[in-house]
C-alpha cells in the first residue's frame, strides 16, 4: 500500500542553526501537507503544496515539492526555541473515496537548544 | 477560524468500562471526520472515517466493535472505546475538513486515555 516516510526521526539543533526533514511517497501526490505538532498538542495545518516544483516560503519556513511529485522538504532557517515540535508530512490516501483522507509520514521530532 | 472541539482531554478509567469520546466541529458543517489514533512520539494512525448519516469506514485492523463510531449530526462524531484494557491507552485524535477551504484537516485538542 501506499507509505509515505519522512527523514529523520529526531533532530537536535542549536538555536539559530538551520533545520531540514524530507518527505518521500512510494505514490504520485496529488498535494502534500505539513503540519506541526507542538509537545502534548494537537497537529497544526502549516501549508499545502499542489504543484510541480513548487517552492512556498512562511517566514523562517521554506516547503518544496518535488517535480515528481512524490517528494518534499521543509527547511528551517535559524532555529528559534518555539520551532519545538514534530512536523509531519501528510498526502491523500491511495484509493480512498472520503476527500480530506490523509496518510501520515512518521513525523520528525525537533529540539532546539538554546 | 475553523475550530474542531475534543472532549474530554484526560480520561481515565478502570479496564472493562467504555469511554466515550466527542468531536465537535465548531462554526463549519463537517460531512466528514477522521479519528486516529497516536502512541507517544509516534505518527497519526488512522483508525477510521466518520461519515455523517451513515456507518464508519474502518482501517485494516481496526476493531469496529471495539470502536464504535457515531456522526449522527453534521457537527457532532463520537467514539466509544468499548470494553477498555490498558493496550488502548493512547492519545486520540479526531479532525474534519471544512469544505471551501481546500484539502486541510483541523484536528481536535486530543484526547488521553489512561486505562488502568
Known amino acids: 500500500g501506499q507509505q509515505v516516510m519522512q527523514i529523520p526521526q529526531y533532530q537536535h539543533v542549536q538555536e539559530g542553526e538551520d533545520f531540514t526533514t524530507y518527505c518521500n511517497s512510494s505514490t504520485t501526490l496529488s498535494n502534500i501537507q505539513w503540519y506541526k505538532q507542538r509537545p502534548g498538542g494537537h497537529p497544526v495545518f502549516l501549508i499545502q503544496l499542489v504543484k510541480s516544483g513548487e517552492v512556498k516560503k512562511q517566514k523562517r519556513l521554506t516547503f518544496q515539492f518535488g517535480e515528481a511529485k512524490k517528494n518534499s522538504s521543509l527547511h528551517i532557517t535559524a532555529t528559534q526555541t518555539t520551532d519545538v515540535g514534530t512536523y509531519f508530512c501528510a498526502g491523500p490516501s491511495a484509493g480512498g473515496t472520503s476527500y480530506g483522507k490523509l496518510t501520515f509520514g512518521q513525523g520528525t521530532i525537533l529540539t532546539v537548544h538554546p | 477560524g475553523a475550530v474542531v472541539s475534543q472532549h474530554p482531554s484526560r480520561v481515565i478509567c478502570k479496564s472493562g468500562t467504555s469511554v466515550k469520546i466527542e468531536c465537535r466541529s465548531l462554526?463549519?458543517?463537517?460531512?466528514?471526520m477522521f479519528w486516529y489514533r497516536q502512541f507517544p512520539k509516534q505518527s497519526l494512525m488512522l483508525m477510521a472515517t466518520s461519515n455523517e448519516g451513515s456507518k464508519a469506514t474502518y482501517e485494516q485492523g481496526v476493531e469496529k466493535d471495539k470502536f464504535l463510531i457515531n456522526h449522527a449530526s453534521l457537527t457532532l462524531s463520537t467514539l466509544t472505546v468499548t470494553s477498555a484494557h490498558p493496550e488502548d491507552s493512547s492519545f486520540y485524535i479526531c479532525s474534519a475538513r471544512r469544505r471551501g477551504l481546500g484539502g486541510e484537516l483541523f484536528f481536535g485538542e486530543g484526547s488521553r486515555l489512561t486505562v488502568l
Open positions: 462554526d463549519f458543517q463537517a460531512t466528514t
